[in-house]
């Protein structure tokens, strides 16, 4: 089982609609959740960070957590063609490796 | 403020040839990690530094590859004796405090002929 596991996709959305992400990890001694943005060729940059149950609503973007399950989402609404990338799902935890660990990724197409 | 500074941005090596990639952290970021990206795979840990320490090195083949972050100048990634495989995207972060979200460069994009 890899500790951090996404969807490959890829997930083809219309603009303006909801795109929904999703992840869910392993060790339930993770105590921090990230969504990374990749456009292709270009480097990792953070969208999200969660640390608590429930949601977190950034602009288009909420983060949804539920530790019970596993699981971490991210919702973005209206999406717009330049929100087609890679989504990247990290997880840290407080013991072992304390280096983040991340899924394989979800890419995002937005249809114009 | 600069972000993480990355070079070369790209580094092409023959087989059996070294491989040095260097990092420079955000200004105040004591905490480094590099990262390993095959064409459309997520992002693989390789080590974890903090100023001349290695604090995690679980992801980082035992053999050719060593890193280090000294007290001066910055952190250095080698790969020795690099074979077809050793190609790929390799990405250096770095952060305020551990647990903090990462910063990443612009990687470095290794490619062995």
């Known amino acids: 089982q890899k500790e951090v596991e996404q969807n490959s996709g890829p997930l083809s959305v219309p603009e303006g609609a909801i795109a929904s992400l999703n992840c869910t990890y392993s060790d339930r001694g993770s105590q921090s959740f990230f969504w990374y943005r990749q456009y292709s060729g270009k480097s990792p940059e953070l969208i999200m960070s969660?640390?608590?149950?429930g949601d977190k609503e950034d602009g288009r973007f909420t983060a949804q957590l539920n530790k019970a399950s596993q699981y971490v989402s991210l919702l973005i609404r209206d999406s717009q063609p330049s929100d087609s990338a890679t989504y990247l799902c990290?997880?840290?935890?407080?013991?072992?490796?304390?280096?983040?660990?991340f899924g394989s990724g979800t890419r995002l197409q937005v249809q114009p | 403020n600069a972000g993480v500074m990355q070079n070369p941005r790209h580094l092409v090596r023959r087989r059996g040839q070294e491989a040095r990639l260097r990092c420079s952290p955000v200004k105040g970021h004591s905490h480094v990690y590099w990262y390993r990206q095959l064409p459309e795979e997520g992002l693989k840990f390789m080590v974890y530094?903090?100023?001349?320490?290695?604090?995690?090195e679980s992801g980082m083949p035992k053999e050719r590859f060593s890193a280090e972050f000294p007290k001066e100048g910055p952190s250095i990634l080698r790969i020795q004796q690099v074979v077809r495989g050793d190609s790929a995207a390799y990405f250096c972060?770095?952060?305020?405090?551990?647990?903090?979200?990462?910063?990443f460069g612009n990687g470095t994009r290794l490619t062995v002929t």
């Open positions: 972060a770095s952060s305020p405090t551990e647990g903090s979200p990462l910063h």
């Open positions: 990290a997880v840290g935890k407080d013991t072992g490796r304390r280096a983040l660990t």
């Open positions: 530094l903090q100023k001349e320490n290695i604090i995690d």
């Open positions: 969660i640390y608590s149950n």
